[in-house]
């Protein structure tokens, strides 16, 4: 199916042509005729398969030119970063059509913002935060919106956002046609879509939750923070493939530390994102690890959503995601449009039941690597690390005072060799006698 069968007009049609794109992806074929029919729509289709032109491209083809003050599309993302590349691709299927369009974020002048917004808009892409700290100036008017959508539903509506987001809904016009996608869902959503969807169409490409066959996945058991360090250096050190590495840490602190853990073995390479940098930090860290300029990025789970960053090669779990949504969203950064990724988590004895919630919800055990045998166990604990082994050992009430460092993984030692990503092992991991982890708590 080329994207002539759909019902494309001419300069969205020379757009794709540019862009190089043959034909469309099953979301967007699916998704295609049932937005253009106007009916609400809910889209669940994996990590990295097209889902934002998905919808772009009937919202598009809907546009007609006008030059009227205020917007008739709203998106809304849950991240600056994701603003700006929803921009851009908006921009790559502008190029025949005088759309205007705008991205509306925190972190930025308000003022420029708003001049920009009273210059006249046609559709504008925003984080909740700065849309409705705009609307309450009462510049930006929402009573012209006839679509919506909310991209990355499931985190929107998270705690985080929910409140916002609820009660920005509440503020908008009745009559318009909202849509939401995720390669992940939630209950929380089916309240939502009950209360502000008119009969909406759930266009499903694949079951909420399910992993790219693509991305290559391992674990390892790793006892503590320092550990993990010495392993992902290690990696780093030794695997070739390893040309493009996302490495994700549970919080900005932790990030912060293996930044500049990082930084003094690979001093060129390294940089770094989370929250509590400047915008202009932010963009800059991911504008040199998109172009290549940087090998790898660490950060926290700010650019785990949505973000399309080039051909990355692996996804590096420092820290096991809390949530399986995590999880499929943080390891979806690799392996998009059909390109390979490998994508591998560490895993301390904290983290077990994560790993056992992230395996149930994709039906399938992540595959289990050994330790490699050059990698030194650390039996140093981190300040984070030590009240907490402090109270376990408590707990254990003197039966057995060892601190659980090396033996957590002793028991899987044999095995050494490990070149993650190199053909030969990507073939055999992909083959049926990949291994599969072994342990598992009770
Ligand atoms: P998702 O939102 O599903 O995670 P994206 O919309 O970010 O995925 O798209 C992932 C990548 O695929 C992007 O680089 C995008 O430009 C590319 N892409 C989108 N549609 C097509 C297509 N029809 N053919 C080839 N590549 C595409
Ligand atoms: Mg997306």
Redesign the pocket.
């Known amino acids: 199916m080329s994207f002539e069968k759909l019902n494309l007009n001419k300069p969205l049609l020379n757009a794709l042509n540019d ?1 190089g ?5 099953p ?2 074929e699916r998704a295609f005729p049932v937005i253009m029919s106007g009916r609400d729509v809910i889209g669940i ?9 998905a919808y772009l491209l009937p919202i598009l083809r809907n546009l007609k030119y006008s030059d009227q003050r205020h917007p008739r599309v709203l998106v809304i993302v849950p991240t600056r970063e994701l603003v700006l590349q929803i921009v851009k ?1 908006i921009e790559k299927l502008s190029t025949y059509t005088s759309t205007r369009f705008l991205a509306i974020y925190g972190g930025t002048n308000i003022n420029t913002q708003k001049q920009l917004v009273y210059n006249g808009v046609d559709i504008i892409v925003a984080t909740p935060g700065r849309l409705v700290d705009l609307a309450l100036t009462g510049l930006l008017r929402l009573k012209d919106i006839k679509q919506m959508v909310i991209d990355e539903v499931d985190q929107m509506l998270s705690l985080g956002f929910r409140q916002q987001l609820l009660s920005f809904l509440e503020t908008m016009p009745n009559k318009r046609q909202t849509l939401m ?1 995720s ?1 992940t869902m939630n209950e929380e959503i089916e309240a939502v879509v009950a209360k502000y969807f008119y009969e909406p169409e759930k266009i499903e490409v694949n079951p909420h939750g399910t992993p790219l066959e693509k991305i290559i996945q391992v674990c390892y058991h790793v006892p503590n923070f320092n550990t993990k360090l010495n392993l992902l250096e290690y990696l780093l050190k030794t695997d070739d493939s390893m040309n493009k590495v996302l490495v994700f840490t549970g919080t900005k602190k932790l990030a912060d530390n293996v930044f500049d853990q990082l930084k003094q073995r690979f001093p060129d390479d390294v940089v770094v994102i989370h929250s509590n940098l400047s915008q202009t930090a932010r963009i800059n860290s991911l504008k040199q690890f998109h172009e290549g300029t940087k090998r790898v990025l660490v950060a926290t789970d700010i650019v785990a959503r ?1 973000l ?1 960053i080039t051909d990355v090669s692996h996804v590096i779990n420092f820290d096991t995601p809390e949530t399986p949504e995590d999880y499929i969203h943080r390891i ?1 950064r690799t392996g ?2 059909n390109k390979d990724g490998v994508a591998i988590t560490f895993i301390n004895e904290a983290e077990l039941e994560f790993q056992v919630s992230i395996e149930t919800m994709m039906n399938k055990a992540i595959p289990y690597e050994s330790m490699p045998e050059e990698v030194v166990i650390s039996k140093m604990l981190t300040d984070d690390e030590l009240p907490k082994m402090v109270d376990k050992i408590k707990q254990k009430k003197g039966k057995d005072t060892h601190v659980p460092g090396p033996a957590f993984h002793e028991k899987k030692l044999k095995n050494k060799k490990v070149n993650l990503g190199g053909p030969a092992q990507k073939e055999k991991l992909k083959g049926k006698d990949a291994k599969i982890r072994t342990y598992r708590r009770n």
């Open positions: 862009l794109y043959i034909e469309p992806t979301i967007q289709a994996q990590t990295g398969t097209g889902k934002t032109f691709e996608f390669a949505g399309d979806g998009r449009a």
